[in-house]
């Protein structure tokens, strides 16, 4: 069973960065591209970043030059470096993965984690 796990959410002021984890275990973790949406409270889930199997990079057009998405397939991990947290980047931030990048893209991805909160607030 595909377990995905989410972790590094928290407080911070604007300005501030966070660093997300998402770990994966029971499946090939290179296999999979992987992503990031979020979703705050009365919005629509959003693409934050991707990243496919070969490390090509996608990002929403609300965080390119702010956020990093990259993967370590030693750990069976990826990440999400957020820096310049704005107020509007307060969200339950979600982890997915799927073989193919176009569903992960979309949201259509098969494999989800729990989702953790980042909140940016002074």
């Known amino acids: 069973q595909v377990q995905l796990v989410e972790s590094g959410g928290g407080l911070v002021q604007p300005g501030g960065s966070l660093r997300l984890s998402c770990a994966a275990s029971g499946t090939i973790f290179s296999r999979n591209a992987m992503g990031w949406y979020r979703q705050a409270p009365g919005k629509q889930r959003e693409l934050v970043a991707a990243i496919s199997v070969g490390g090509s990079t996608f990002y929403g057009d609300s965080v390119k030059g702010r956020f990093t998405i990259s993967r370590d397939n030693a750990k069976n991990t990826v990440y999400l470096q957020m820096n310049s947290l704005k107020p509007e980047d307060t969200a339950v931030y979600y982890c997915?993965?799927?073989?193919?990048?176009?569903?992960?893209?979309?949201?259509?991805?098969?494999?989800w984690g729990q989702g953790t909160q980042v909140t940016v607030s002074s």
């Open positions: 997915n993965a799927d073989r193919g990048l176009s569903e992960v893209v979309r949201g259509d991805a098969y494999y």
